[in-house]
């Protein structure tokens, strides 16, 4: 009598066979000789089970690791543009103001951005030289008034300066 102690290696072979065939289509069946007599079989069956699961843990890892970057970029990026547009606003908002104000004595303020605060630094000394040469045209201004209402020759007041007053 057989004793059975689990599922048979034909059993399995064939219930599994049809599962493996797409990467080890072909079973090797080897005898097993013992002085000249056939003793048993070795059938060999490849099993790719392992593989299509390391295939699919692969793409879940890989696919999970993408959404993360993705996700972290999204953070970054949205942090970096909301950083920039703050800094950006500061800088038109003052300039502006310089502008439409004619007010050269505001300046930009510090940045915590290193290319911001360059950009600043250039908008300051910018400002400064408008501020140097809007105050030598003021100057010059008062000294052509002074000179146009004078007589160059005696210093005294000409003829328009008491027609205008």
Known sequence: MKKSSGPSLKNICSTHWSHYRRLYPNKKKIAI??????????????????????????????????????????????IMYRKILVAMNQITTKINHVIHSKDFTKRLPDNSLKEFQRFSDNVNSLINEIERL????????????????????????????????
């Open 134 to 165: 809007n105050g030598d045209l003021v100057h010059e201004n008062r000294a052509l008034a002074i000179k146009a209402y004078q007589d160059s020759l005696t210093g005294l007041d000409n003829r328009a300066a008491f027609i205008n007053h």
């Open 33 to 78: 000789i013992h002085e000249q007599q056939v003793v048993g079989w070795l059938f060999i069956v490849g099993n790719d089970s392992y593989l299509f699961n390391f295939i699919l843990y692969s793409i879940l890892i890989l696919t999970a690791g993408m959404v993360l970057i993705f996700i972290f970029s999204f953070i970054l990026s949205s």
